[in-house]
């Protein structure tokens, strides 16, 4: 997919961002995980419950893992449509060369 620099730099940008917020998200639907096992354990038994518990922990994980994997996607293809390779700048370098490029 061909991008101007503008919407490459804005793609990595929105990246970086998706990253940061990807471990909070993931401890967040962590929460409904462990409500539903409680209240299965309670109603029912708790072998259903770990049973529960195990699967929704698996789908959670398989969730991260995909988002890990469309963002560093993302930003693989942003950073090949600026022709840079993506270990020769610092993050903060490179947030600051992203700005110039969106301004």
Not at 46 to 52: D, F, M, R
Not at 63 to 87: D, P, Q, V
Not at 92 to 101: A, F, T, V, Y
Request: proline residues 1%; charged residues 25%; contains cysteine.
């Amino acid at each position: 997919m061909a991008m101007t620099k503008k919407q490459a730099a804005q793609r990595i940008l929105d990246s970086i961002d998706s990253e940061s917020r990807r471990k909070n998200r993931t401890i967040i639907s962590i929460i409904p995980a462990l409500l539903s096992s409680a209240a299965i354990a309670m109603y029912y038994s708790y072998e259903v419950a770990i049973g529960c518990l195990l699967l929704l922990l698996a789908l959670i994980q398989f969730g991260h893992e995909r988002m890990g994997k469309n963002i560093e996607e993302s930003k693989e293809a942003a950073f090949a449509s600026l022709g840079w390779k993506t270990e020769e700048i610092d993050e903060e370098e490179l947030i600051e060369k992203l700005n110039k490029i969106i301004q």
